[in-house]
């Protein structure tokens, strides 16, 4: 509209209908990303901003195809998402150095706009999407091999389904609007193909279009992948993370390390 145009070129579509609980509400599907944990723990449990610090990362072609080279390569093709996010939830589970017997959560953003059937009108808005969360624990995590995480993050991603987000209207009436757990917890977003840059308010398209921090309202531990170009012209994703100051250090080179040492992925 800022541009001259007379209307949206998507028409907007209310229909709550869509997505509100049924008469009477049914939790049919196992949500644990709204699980109460208690922290009975001792480490840091990455509740709050203080003492924190914040790092961007760009990872191009080169890392990610590092990162790829993990996989072996009988368990199967995974989106770059699956294999960035495992990465991730690796390291930051190492750098945090939680204890081998203790529960770690991973929570995936996932667009269900699409697996609905039909699928939900193309100028629906409003919130549509899941964090479905698996659970393993740190010692589990990190003494497997890469291809764990990686299978993990791939199911549970799948479990997105019309049922799913049906079975979570209900879990919202049934026990109010619960908030999902942040007790050893990891959310991962990807903004890849949000095309922010491509929106063009009739001054060009963007520099940047993602992300400014990472962290969501009070809790840090929530990481966005932001599509990039860095300094050299390279597309790619740059995410930032939370972490303290000393768990960066650590997180930096766990990173490093399953990188193979890679130049120009950590940015100030």
């Not at 579509?13 to 869509?18: A, I, N, S």
């Not at 091999?145 to 199911?155: C, D, S, T």
């Not at 609007?177 to 949000?194: E, M, Q």
Request: glycine share 8%.
């Amino acid at each position: 509209m800022c541009r001259g145009a007379s209307e949206p070129s998507i028409p907007p579509v209310w229909r709550r209908e869509l997505l509100q609980a049924r008469d009477p509400p049914r939790i049919t599907c196992n949500h644990r990303e709204f699980e109460q944990v208690p922290d009975s723990s001792q480490e840091v449990t990455m509740t709050s901003y203080e003492h924190m610090v914040q790092r961007s990362f760009f990872f191009g072609p080169i890392e990610i195809a590092a990162i790829r080279r993990l996989v072996p390569k009988h368990l199967g093709e995974f989106a770059t998402f699956d294999v960035i996010t495992a990465c991730l939830w690796y390291c930051r589970t190492k750098a945090l150095q939680i204890e081998a017997e203790e529960d770690v959560r991973i929570m995936c953003i996932v667009n269900a706009r699409a697996r609905f059937n039909p699928p939900l009108p193309v100028g629906y808005y409003g919130n549509a999407f899941a964090y479905p969360s698996v659970v393993t624990t740190a010692g589990k995590l990190c003494g497997n091999p890469f291809g764990y995480a990686v299978q993990l993050i791939n199911k549970v991603k799948g479990e997105v389904t019309e049922e799913y987000m049906h079975s979570v209207a209900d879990l919202m009436v049934t026990k109010g609007r619960c908030l999902f757990t942040t007790v050893r917890s990891f959310i991962a977003s990807d903004l890849r193909r949000f095309n922010f840059r491509e929106v063009n308010f009739g001054w060009g398209k963007a520099v940047y279009g993602g992300a400014a921090k990472a962290g969501a309202g009070p809790f840090p531990g929530v990481t966005f992948l932001n599509p990039y170009k860095n300094a050299k012209g390279e597309e790619g994703l740059v995410f930032q993370i939370w972490l303290p100051a000393k768990a960066m250090h650590r997180f930096a080179s766990e990173l490093h390390h399953m990188l193979g040492n890679q130049n120009q992925i950590y940015k100030e």
